[in-house]
């Protein structure tokens, strides 16, 4: 149905080979059967955590990030191994970034984080009945916890010192599932 709108790839030359991410210049032929080339990024996929405190406030962290050269403030995410499980990936990284675990967890959705360049997936998760715990950060990795109220977050969207695609997607999520 959508036959008049798909690009079919002719070649794919290896650009870019990482620890994290592959770097592809293809050739394309177009719906009018000229050609273009796309470059792009392989992504193993990533998982994000909504945690939600007991007492309704949301659980996020403060992170440097070195393209933006800034910190930004961010839910709880991280990157897939090759084979892991999603809700897994997101158990162990809330216990790892934040320190706490949870007892429900609920699966929301997925986001594709910027369409254009990249095959990226981020998988959405509501963690909630939390437990404290101590933080196990990866050797170089380096956060702060923070905790914030919907009203705060919005407000931080609205004034722009929330910019992070992922977290302004997870404050709509949270919104959707009424956490207030």
Request: proline letters at 5%; glycine letters at 8%.
């Amino acid at each position: 149905m959508d036959r008049h709108l798909i690009e079919e790839k002719i070649t794919s030359q290896p650009l870019f080979k990482g620890k994290l991410l592959n770097a592809f210049c293809d050739t394309v032929r177009l719906p009018d059967g000229s050609e273009a080339t796309r470059e792009y990024i392989k992504h193993p996929g990533a998982v994000m955590i909504i945690p939600q405190l007991p007492d309704g406030r949301l659980l996020l962290e403060r992170q440097f990030r070195y393209p933006l050269d800034r910190v930004f403030i961010e839910f709880p995410a991280g990157k897939l191994e090759i084979g892991e499980d999603p809700l897994l990936c997101a158990q162990r990284e809330l216990l790892e970034e934040t320190g706490y675990s949870a007892a429900s967890w609920e699966y929301l959705g997925v986001l594709h984080p910027i369409i254009s360049y990249t095959d990226e997936e981020i998988k959405i998760y509501l963690a909630k009945d939390l437990t404290a715990g101590e933080k196990q950060l990866d050797e170089g990795e380096f956060l702060e916890s923070i905790t914030m109220s919907m009203a705060e977050l919005v407000a931080g969207v609205l004034d722009g010192s929330i910019t992070d695609a992922k977290t302004v997607s997870g404050i709509f999520w949270a919104q959707q599932k009424g956490l207030v």
